[in-house]
Protein backbone atom coordinates (compact mmCIF):
# COMPACT_ATOMS: atom_id res chain seq x y z
CA UNK A 1 0.00 0.00 0.00
CA UNK A 2 1.53 3.23 -1.05
CA UNK A 3 2.03 6.14 1.83
CA UNK A 4 -0.70 8.15 0.18
CA UNK A 5 -2.95 5.32 0.05
CA UNK A 6 -6.21 5.76 2.62
CA UNK A 7 -5.97 3.64 5.43
CA UNK A 8 -8.80 2.87 7.81
CA UNK A 9 -9.17 5.29 10.84
CA UNK A 10 -8.21 8.08 8.78
CA UNK A 11 -9.80 11.38 7.96
CA UNK A 12 -11.04 12.50 3.93
CA UNK A 13 -12.44 15.24 2.63
CA UNK A 14 -15.38 14.16 -0.01
CA UNK A 15 -15.25 16.97 -2.42
CA UNK A 16 -18.17 17.38 -5.23
CA UNK A 17 -17.61 20.68 -5.66
CA UNK A 18 -16.73 23.92 -4.09
CA UNK A 19 -18.28 24.35 -0.87
CA UNK A 20 -19.80 20.67 -1.31
CA UNK A 21 -17.52 18.72 0.92
CA UNK A 22 -18.47 16.05 3.69
CA UNK A 23 -15.45 15.47 6.50
CA UNK A 24 -15.45 11.62 7.12
CA UNK A 25 -13.13 9.76 9.75
CA UNK A 26 -12.85 6.13 7.59
CA UNK A 27 -14.34 3.02 9.24
CA UNK A 28 -14.43 -0.57 7.53
CA UNK A 29 -18.04 -1.14 7.52
CA UNK A 30 -19.54 2.05 7.43
CA UNK A 31 -21.53 4.48 4.56
CA UNK A 32 -21.18 8.00 4.44
CA UNK A 33 -24.60 9.27 3.12
CA UNK A 34 -25.01 12.63 0.73
CA UNK A 35 -27.71 14.40 -1.26
CA UNK A 36 -25.55 12.87 -3.82
CA UNK A 37 -26.21 8.70 -2.95
CA UNK A 38 -23.95 6.99 -0.37
CA UNK A 39 -20.58 5.56 -0.58
CA UNK A 40 -19.08 2.44 1.45
CA UNK A 41 -16.20 3.01 3.38
CA UNK A 42 -14.92 0.17 2.25
CA UNK A 43 -14.54 0.86 -1.07
CA UNK A 44 -12.37 4.42 0.36
CA UNK A 45 -9.91 1.88 1.89
CA UNK A 46 -6.30 1.79 0.06
CA UNK A 47 -7.40 4.24 -2.45
CA UNK A 48 -5.15 7.06 -3.25
CA UNK A 49 -5.73 10.91 -1.70
CA UNK A 50 -6.60 12.59 -4.81
CA UNK A 51 -8.21 10.03 -6.86
CA UNK A 52 -12.03 9.19 -7.45
CA UNK A 53 -15.11 6.96 -5.89
CA UNK A 54 -18.42 7.10 -7.47
CA UNK A 55 -21.32 7.45 -5.07
CA UNK A 56 -24.14 4.47 -5.08
CA UNK A 57 -25.78 7.45 -7.71
CA UNK A 58 -23.08 7.63 -10.00
CA UNK A 59 -21.71 10.88 -8.98
CA UNK A 60 -17.65 11.53 -8.48
CA UNK A 61 -16.11 12.52 -5.38
CA UNK A 62 -12.79 13.35 -5.33
CA UNK A 63 -11.07 11.91 -1.94
CA UNK A 64 -8.86 14.93 -0.47
CA UNK A 65 -6.42 15.16 2.09
CA UNK A 66 -8.24 17.41 5.07
CA UNK A 67 -6.27 20.62 6.29
CA UNK A 68 -6.49 22.23 9.70
CA UNK A 69 -8.69 24.88 7.34
CA UNK A 70 -11.40 22.22 6.52
CA UNK A 71 -11.44 20.88 9.98
CA UNK A 72 -12.43 24.11 10.92
CA UNK A 73 -14.92 25.59 8.63
CA UNK A 74 -16.66 21.51 9.52
CA UNK A 75 -16.39 22.91 13.37
CA UNK A 76 -19.66 22.93 15.31
CA UNK A 77 -19.53 26.96 16.31
CA UNK A 78 -22.16 28.33 18.19
CA UNK A 79 -19.77 31.54 19.07
CA UNK A 80 -18.02 33.99 16.52
CA UNK A 81 -14.72 32.17 15.67
CA UNK A 82 -11.97 33.45 13.89
CA UNK A 83 -11.43 32.74 9.86
CA UNK A 84 -8.47 31.25 7.93
CA UNK A 85 -7.91 34.89 6.42
CA UNK A 86 -7.42 36.18 10.03
CA UNK A 87 -5.85 32.95 11.34
CA UNK A 88 -2.74 33.23 8.88
CA UNK A 89 -1.91 36.49 9.77
CA UNK A 90 -2.16 36.00 13.45
CA UNK A 91 0.54 33.35 12.74
CA UNK A 92 2.80 35.24 10.91
CA UNK A 93 2.49 38.42 13.31
CA UNK A 94 3.13 36.13 16.89
CA UNK A 95 5.42 33.71 15.68
CA UNK A 96 3.13 30.87 15.87
CA UNK A 97 5.35 27.71 15.89
CA UNK A 98 6.26 24.56 16.96
CA UNK A 99 7.21 24.44 20.75
CA UNK A 100 5.41 27.93 21.50
CA UNK A 101 3.47 28.30 24.60
CA UNK A 102 0.51 29.97 24.39
CA UNK A 103 -2.31 31.36 26.34
CA UNK A 104 -5.82 32.16 24.87
CA UNK A 105 -9.00 33.87 26.18
CA UNK A 106 -11.86 32.64 25.10
CA UNK A 107 -12.19 29.47 23.98
CA UNK A 108 -15.23 29.64 22.48
CA UNK A 109 -15.59 27.08 20.23
CA UNK A 110 -12.14 26.26 19.88
CA UNK A 111 -11.24 27.23 16.14
CA UNK A 112 -8.39 29.55 16.93
CA UNK A 113 -7.33 27.36 19.87
CA UNK A 114 -7.32 24.04 16.96
CA UNK A 115 -5.21 26.21 14.48
CA UNK A 116 -2.79 27.33 17.01
CA UNK A 117 -2.57 23.72 18.25
CA UNK A 118 -1.78 22.02 15.02
CA UNK A 119 1.15 24.75 14.56
CA UNK A 120 2.81 24.18 18.29
CA UNK A 121 2.88 20.78 18.48
CA UNK A 122 4.28 18.50 19.18
CA UNK A 123 6.19 20.26 21.76
CA UNK A 124 4.41 23.39 22.46
CA UNK A 125 0.68 23.54 24.26
CA UNK A 126 -1.71 26.26 24.28
CA UNK A 127 -3.58 26.71 27.10
CA UNK A 128 -7.04 28.31 27.25
CA UNK A 129 -9.82 29.94 29.22
CA UNK A 130 -13.60 29.94 28.65
CA UNK A 131 -15.96 31.47 31.33
CA UNK A 132 -18.97 29.12 29.58
CA UNK A 133 -19.21 25.60 30.77
CA UNK A 134 -21.14 24.93 27.15
CA UNK A 135 -18.49 26.02 25.39
CA UNK A 136 -15.84 24.23 27.35
CA UNK A 137 -17.69 21.04 25.67
CA UNK A 138 -18.07 22.36 22.39
CA UNK A 139 -14.61 23.41 22.14
CA UNK A 140 -13.62 19.74 23.66
CA UNK A 141 -15.63 18.09 21.23
CA UNK A 142 -14.44 20.09 18.37
CA UNK A 143 -10.66 19.78 19.38
CA UNK A 144 -10.79 15.89 19.90
CA UNK A 145 -12.48 15.54 16.41
CA UNK A 146 -9.35 16.99 14.68
CA UNK A 147 -7.37 15.08 16.85
CA UNK A 148 -5.45 18.23 18.55
CA UNK A 149 -7.05 17.84 22.16
CA UNK A 150 -3.30 16.75 23.82
CA UNK A 151 -1.84 19.54 22.98
CA UNK A 152 -4.34 21.62 24.61
CA UNK A 153 -5.09 22.89 28.07
CA UNK A 154 -9.18 24.03 28.50
CA UNK A 155 -9.57 25.76 31.55
CA UNK A 156 -13.66 26.91 32.90
CA UNK A 157 -12.55 29.94 33.97
CA UNK A 158 -13.17 33.72 34.12
CA UNK A 159 -9.78 34.69 32.97
CA UNK A 160 -9.59 38.13 34.18
CA UNK A 161 -8.80 36.14 37.58
CA UNK A 162 -5.43 35.48 36.47
CA UNK A 163 -3.91 33.03 34.20
CA UNK A 164 -1.82 30.03 35.76
CA UNK A 165 0.98 29.76 33.61
CA UNK A 166 4.12 31.73 33.64
CA UNK A 167 6.79 32.50 30.73
CA UNK A 168 4.29 31.95 27.92
CA UNK A 169 5.08 32.87 23.78
CA UNK A 170 2.12 34.13 22.77
CA UNK A 171 -0.97 35.64 24.31
CA UNK A 172 -4.25 36.15 22.84
CA UNK A 173 -7.43 37.82 23.22
CA UNK A 174 -10.47 37.25 21.66
CA UNK A 175 -13.75 38.68 24.23
CA UNK A 176 -15.62 41.42 24.24
CA UNK A 177 -14.17 43.45 26.67
CA UNK A 178 -10.52 42.55 25.42
CA UNK A 179 -8.51 45.89 27.69
CA UNK A 180 -9.67 43.97 31.13
CA UNK A 181 -7.41 40.75 30.13
CA UNK A 182 -4.26 43.00 29.58
CA UNK A 183 -2.77 43.41 33.07
CA UNK A 184 -3.53 38.71 33.86
CA UNK A 185 -2.21 38.80 30.01
CA UNK A 186 1.00 40.74 30.61
CA UNK A 187 2.09 38.73 34.07
CA UNK A 188 1.64 35.05 32.15
CA UNK A 189 3.94 36.42 29.04
CA UNK A 190 7.97 36.54 29.16
CA UNK A 191 9.15 39.66 28.64
CA UNK A 192 8.99 40.58 24.70
CA UNK A 193 6.11 38.19 24.20
CA UNK A 194 3.82 38.66 21.56
CA UNK A 195 -0.10 39.42 21.93
CA UNK A 196 -2.69 39.36 19.29
CA UNK A 197 -6.01 40.58 20.17
CA UNK A 198 -9.59 40.25 17.80
CA UNK A 199 -11.87 42.82 17.99
CA UNK A 200 -15.24 43.01 16.14
CA UNK A 201 -15.73 46.90 16.53
CA UNK A 202 -13.20 49.77 16.27
CA UNK A 203 -14.12 51.05 19.72
CA UNK A 204 -12.61 47.77 21.35
CA UNK A 205 -9.21 48.43 19.38
CA UNK A 206 -9.17 51.76 20.62
CA UNK A 207 -9.58 51.37 24.38
CA UNK A 208 -7.24 48.06 23.70
CA UNK A 209 -4.81 49.76 22.60
CA UNK A 210 -4.71 52.27 25.40
CA UNK A 211 -4.57 50.16 27.55
CA UNK A 212 -1.76 47.91 26.08
CA UNK A 213 0.05 51.47 26.17
CA UNK A 214 -0.44 52.28 29.68
CA UNK A 215 0.83 49.00 30.80
CA UNK A 216 3.75 48.84 29.08
CA UNK A 217 3.34 47.08 25.45
CA UNK A 218 5.36 48.52 22.51
CA UNK A 219 5.04 47.82 19.36
CA UNK A 220 1.43 48.12 19.30
CA UNK A 221 -0.26 48.06 15.97
CA UNK A 222 -3.68 47.67 14.55
CA UNK A 223 -4.73 46.43 11.05
CA UNK A 224 -7.93 44.87 9.21
CA UNK A 225 -7.61 41.88 6.80
CA UNK A 226 -9.69 42.76 3.64
CA UNK A 227 -10.03 39.37 1.57
CA UNK A 228 -11.69 39.47 -2.01
CA UNK A 229 -12.38 36.37 -4.03
CA UNK A 230 -11.45 36.25 -7.74
CA UNK A 231 -13.84 34.82 -10.54
CA UNK A 232 -11.11 33.35 -12.57
CA UNK A 233 -12.75 32.23 -16.28
CA UNK A 234 -10.86 32.22 -19.26
CA UNK A 235 -11.32 35.89 -21.15
CA UNK A 236 -13.95 37.25 -18.18
CA UNK A 237 -11.83 37.14 -14.84
CA UNK A 238 -13.27 39.83 -12.04
CA UNK A 239 -13.63 39.99 -8.43
CA UNK A 240 -16.75 37.87 -6.90
CA UNK A 241 -19.76 40.12 -6.94
CA UNK A 242 -20.30 39.16 -3.35
CA UNK A 243 -18.05 39.37 -0.49
CA UNK A 244 -17.37 39.15 3.03
CA UNK A 245 -17.63 43.27 4.08
CA UNK A 246 -15.83 42.56 7.60
CA UNK A 247 -14.66 40.05 10.48
CA UNK A 248 -12.83 41.94 12.95
CA UNK A 249 -9.70 44.25 13.69
CA UNK A 250 -6.85 42.78 14.59
CA UNK A 251 -4.27 44.57 17.24
CA UNK A 252 -0.52 43.28 18.27
CA UNK A 253 1.93 44.41 20.75
CA UNK A 254 4.96 42.43 22.54
CA UNK A 255 5.35 42.91 26.04
CA UNK A 256 7.56 45.39 27.74
CA UNK A 257 10.02 45.06 30.62
C1 LIG B 1 -15.80 35.28 20.11
S1 LIG B 1 -15.71 33.93 21.20
C2 LIG B 1 -14.10 33.26 20.87
C3 LIG B 1 -14.07 32.49 19.57
C4 LIG B 1 -12.80 31.72 19.34
N1 LIG B 1 -11.65 32.60 19.17
C5 LIG B 1 -12.94 30.79 18.15
O1 LIG B 1 -12.25 31.03 17.11
O2 LIG B 1 -13.70 29.82 18.22
C6 LIG B 1 -15.44 34.72 22.76
C7 LIG B 1 -15.53 33.76 23.93
O3 LIG B 1 -14.92 34.39 25.07
C8 LIG B 1 -15.59 33.96 26.24
N2 LIG B 1 -15.26 34.94 27.30
C9 LIG B 1 -15.65 36.24 27.36
N3 LIG B 1 -15.08 36.86 28.43
C10 LIG B 1 -14.30 35.92 29.05
C11 LIG B 1 -13.44 35.95 30.19
N4 LIG B 1 -13.28 37.05 30.92
N5 LIG B 1 -12.78 34.81 30.54
C12 LIG B 1 -12.95 33.66 29.81
N6 LIG B 1 -13.75 33.59 28.71
C13 LIG B 1 -14.40 34.69 28.32
C14 LIG B 1 -17.05 33.92 25.80
O4 LIG B 1 -17.84 33.10 26.64
C15 LIG B 1 -16.93 33.39 24.37
O5 LIG B 1 -17.07 31.99 24.33
Redesign the pocket.
Known amino acids: MSSNSIKDGEFVLLYLKPRKTWLIKVKAGEKVHTHAGFIEHNSIIGKEYGSSIESSTGRAFRLLKPTIADFLMKFS?P????YPKDLGIIAAWTGLSSGKIVIE?????????AFMANLVRPDGHVYT????EE?VDVAKKNLQKAGLLDYVTITK????EGIDVDDADIAII????PW??VEPFKKALKGSGMLAA?SPTMNQAEKLTAELLEKGFVDVLSLELISRDLEARVGMTRPSMRMIGHTAYLTFARKGL
Open positions: RTQVVSGTGSGALTYEIRFKDAKDVGDTLI
